[in-house]
């Protein structure tokens, strides 16, 4: 799956999500695989942001477990860029 970043309307995302899986990806999305990346996932059943590009190196998790197997309406937050 492809985006053009152009035509992209709204600077966040969301979905829902259902799994019994504590670890996984469930978003990634490169400009340069080395170099400039985001990955959304499960580490221990809860949300992480992986952030990787020339000014910063980031991760962040946080919230609830979400491995229950229940259906989770999840949705991420504007980041700003200046």
Wanted: charged residues 25%; glycine residues 8%; aromatic residues 14%.
């Amino acid at each position: 799956m492809t985006f053009d970043l152009t035509k992209i309307t709204k600077p966040f995302s969301s979905f829902e999500l259902r799994t019994w899986d504590p670890e996984g990806v469930i978003f990634y999305g490169d400009t340069n695989p080395k170099d400039d990346w985001f990955m959304l996932g499960l580490r221990d059943g809860r949300p992480e942001i992986q952030l990787h590009n020339s000014w910063a190196q980031l991760t962040v998790g946080a919230g609830p477990r979400l491995d229950d197997g229940r259906w989770h309406q999840e949705r991420t937050l504007p980041l700003l860029f200046a």
